[in-house]
């Protein structure tokens, strides 16, 4: 059995061998034959050249199809030009070259409207609408998806109708409008039902899965990745497989469920490493690292990105090199390694500096391919003109030997014309190379400037740090002296209206004075000398609560705390309360108000977990959009138009726990708790690096503080 196995093996691959040899015996043939053949045969001749080489060499198809083009247009054959037009914007857009696939496909529909033939167009419509959407000009390729749609109607292949309406839901989904990127992801869903493609089918319900996944709706998401990925373990596609199980864990880690997310991931992997699939699998394990990242398995996390960054640099991925090294930044830091972090944010910085530098190269080549193809097009059509005035001038000279002057007058005009042109083409051609020559010093200037502006990024942002922290002590005194002046103002002046403006500036005064004691309450926070103590946590919180005030809104919320009565632990206790009150102030500044189907809620919990003590803030008020919950420990970030303060309460928090050598996490949950925030409270105090008093995305003050009367700010 084995034996004849074998010996059919063996027949199958001299088989395809002898096929192969063939096809290169036939393509030699055909091009002796090009030589010595006519216009109309090598018109003929070139189409099949184009056929033999599209799937095995672009270029060379590309060559045969602009042979064929030329042809063509010498013959004036507007149906042969159509089609070999199609072809040229066809490999163009397969080599990413779209502008230039643009000019050949709307020549294409240019033609075919001229010569009525219906599918042509529809096809020239179709191209230009995918080479518009590779482009993300997302209008431009719906109104010639559309213009395809209105043409054909119903008469196509239900396969191909079911293509389209996936490319007009992508460019929907591209531009944000769900609904619609839906209606048509079903349309297409239904048809590949009809047919009974299955492997189509799993990409539909895939691409639906992504759509509802994009509008947080993780559940339904879930509902059509796992529908996909049934299919695709039916059909032993691994490859698609793999990205299945890969978007169904980051739709898990969009809803917390971090340790179900890693069993998909690990999933995959699993599929990647049998398949030897190094590229799958380093993105697998950044995926797997930065999970365990999430969860606070920081040395875990730490391996499997190390393992992914060692085999993207095997690979020579610059794309896996710069998300790697970002992810290795990120966890060294949570490691409180902060010269790793630096060492790999460099490499970070330095990748996305080499594909930037490469990506604004490609727009100036694709130009200059353009203007070759321009040139091109002209020449040729210069030469047809020509020809066809020499043809005329026989026939002028034959019949009429007395206009020979008009004959002259007239080519001395056309010679001066491509005189004229030809200068104005060499102009153009200086001006380009020029243009050029500049932009490549401008990329070395920037390149060389961006490596000086990290090493005075540390010098300026220490200066920074110094001169907000004692401006503010300094302003804080004539400030106060102002107010003064304003109340004496309010005392003496007898004016209606002046006293209106006192009062104004009076308010103004208050509330540059409260944004100058935060500000210093933050430098007094970076500049603080922890001091552990012991502290009965229970007592301690009431005692919080209690100095917040606002006593309305607690009337009517219930505030339980699972604070054990002897609770006891050793910490900072002016950082513990700096971050207690700003938590639970913005739990009841953003509570919901009593409804008769709503009872707002505040629950504040405790936990003792190996070297940590974990405090934890739950509450079912407006809650944190996902989009927000990165940002609302940044400086100034304020999540709503609700928040009247500065933005600076979460951010004094953050700086407080990191002080004390701890960590404060948002988790934003579907279920009873919209909001919950975790403390975590190291029981040994790990005193961090010295850091800037601004972080490096720092928002500057005139565009990003409104002011408030509220000294102690929360964000929201």
Not at 272 to 300: F, M, P, Q, R
Not at 587 to 608: L, V
Request: with cysteine.
């Amino acid at each position: 059995m084995k034996r004849k196995l074998a010996l059919l093996i063996t027949f199958l691959c001299l088989s395809l061998a002898n096929s192969f040899a063939q096809s290169e015996v036939e393509i030699k043939n055909i091009q002796k034959k090009l030589e010595n053949a006519d216009d109309s045969i090598k018109i003929h001749l070139c189409k099949e050249l184009y056929t033999g080489y599209f799937y095995t060499n672009l270029d060379k198809a590309l060559e045969y199809a602009q042979k064929g083009y030329e042809l063509a247009v010498n013959k004036n054959l507007n149906t042969e030009i159509a089609d070999f037009s199609y072809k040229i914007g066809s490999v163009y857009l397969l080599q990413s070259k779209y502008s230039s696939a643009l000019i050949y496909f709307l020549k294409t529909a240019k033609i075919a409207e001229e010569l009525k033939d219906k599918a042509l167009l529809a096809d020239s419509y179709n191209k230009i609408g995918q080479t518009y959407l590779d482009q993300e000009n997302h209008p431009k390729a719906l109104e010639y998806f559309f213009n395809y749609l209105d043409l054909v109607g119903k008469s196509v292949p239900k396969g191909d109708l079911a293509t389209v309406y996936n490319k007009i839901g992508l460019v929907y989904e591209n531009q944000g409008i769900y609904k619609k990127a839906l209606k048509y992801y079903n349309k297409a869903l239904e048809l590949d039902k009809q047919l009974g493609d299955y492997k189509q089918l799993s990409k539909d319900y895939a691409n639906i899965g992504q759509v509802y996944s994009l509008r947080a709706h993780y559940n339904t998401s879930l509902k059509y990745f796992f529908k996909s990925l049934e299919i695709l373990k039916k059909l032993e596609d691994h490859e698609l497989t793999v990205s299945r199980l890969n978007k169904i864990g980051s739709v898990y880690e969009k809803l917390g469920k971090f340790y179900e997310a890693l069993t998909y991931y690990f999933d995959a992997l699993k599929i990647v490493e049998n398949k030897n699939d190094n590229t799958g699998k380093t993105y697998c394990l950044h995926n797997i690292a930065s999970t365990y990242s999430k969860v606070g398995e920081i040395e875990n996390a730490l391996d499997y990105e190390l393992e992914s960054y060692t085999i993207a640099k095997d690979i020579g991925s610059k794309e896996y090199i710069r998300i790697t090294s970002l992810g290795l930044a990120n966890i060294y830091a949570k490691l409180k390694n902060f010269e790793k972090a630096y060492e790999f944010h460099r490499v970070y910085t330095n990748y996305k500096d080499s594909l930037l530098t490469e990506n604004s190269k490609a727009p100036v080549a694709e130009s200059n391919v353009n203007y070759e193809a321009e040139k091109k097009e002209k020449e040729i059509e210069l030469l047809r003109r020509e020809q066809l005035l020499l043809k005329q001038k026989n026939e002028i000279q034959n019949l009429n030997l007395s206009k020979r002057n008009l004959l002259i007058y007239t080519l001395v005009v056309i010679i001066f014309l491509v005189f004229v042109l030809v200068i104005v083409l060499f102009n153009r051609i200086l001006l380009k190379k020029r243009i050029n020559n500049q932009l490549e010093m401008k990329v070395k200037e920037r390149t060389s400037s961006l490596e000086l502006a990290v090493n005075e990024l540390f010098k300026t942002n220490n200066e920074l740090d110094n001169f907000i922290y004692r401006s503010s002590h300094d302003l804080s005194g004539p400030l106060a002296t102002l107010s003064g002046l304003c109340n004496v103002a309010l005392l003496d002046v007898k004016d209606k209206a002046a006293l209106g403006y006192f009062s104004r500036l009076k308010e103004v005064i208050n509330k540059m004075s409260n944004l100058l004691y935060l500000i210093i309450d933050i430098g007094n926070i970076k500049h603080h000398t922890v001091e552990k103590s012991s502290i009965y946590l229970k007592e301690f919180v009431d005692k919080v609560i209690k100095s917040i005030g606002l006593e309305e809104k607690l009337k009517d919320i219930n505030l339980k705390s699972e604070i054990p009565e002897n609770c006891k632990i050793e910490t900072d206790p002016k950082m513990l309360e700096i971050i207690v009150f700003n938590i639970i102030k913005n739990a009841i500044q953003y509570s919901i108000p009593a409804k008769s189907n709503h009872r707002p809620y505040i629950k504040i919990g405790f936990k003792e977990i190996n070297n940590y003590w974990e405090i934890s803030v739950a509450d079912n008020g407006n809650g944190i959009p996902p989009e927000f919950s990165e940002k609302i420990f940044d400086m100034f970030f304020k999540g709503t138009s609700l928040s009247q303060g500065f933005g600076l309460g979460l951010y004094k928090s953050k700086n407080a726990i990191e002080k004390i050598g701890g960590e404060i996490n948002l988790y934003n949950l579907s279920s009873n708790h919209k909001t919950l925030f975790i403390v975590s409270i190291p029981k040994k105090v790990k005193y961090p690096k010295p850091y800037f008093f601004f972080d490096f995305n720092f928002r500057n003050f005139k565009n990003k503080v409104s002011f408030s009367n509220s000294p102690v700010e929360s964000v929201k």
